[in-house]
């Protein structure tokens, strides 16, 4: 079976962001200062094939685990559709 697996990868919350940061004072120069923060993650788009759901949850887990995201400075979800 054909499945897609939409990851979305953002840094914890406890950590300091310079990107969204950046983009906070971006957007406050730029005469939106209602925005109070922004943080700013990857989403990233996997397309596989897999004898079941179940088994691309977990490629996709395995995936994330040891390439995707950096545990110890991200959080990840994931959500895995069929195609077919």
């Given amino acids: 079976m054909n499945f897609i697996a939409e990851i979305d990868v953002m840094p914890r919350p406890e950590l300091l962001d310079p990107q969204g940061k950046a983009v906070t004072l971006g957007l406050a120069n730029l005469g939106m200062a209602q925005v109070a923060d922004v943080r700013i993650g990857r989403h990233i788009t996997i397309q ?9 949850h977990d490629l996709v887990e395995k995936a994330c685990k040891s390439l995707l995201a950096n545990a110890i400075m991200e959080n990840y979800t994931f959500h895995v559709k069929s195609l077919s």
């Fill in 48 to 56: 596989l094939e897999a004898p079941t759901e179940k088994e691309a």
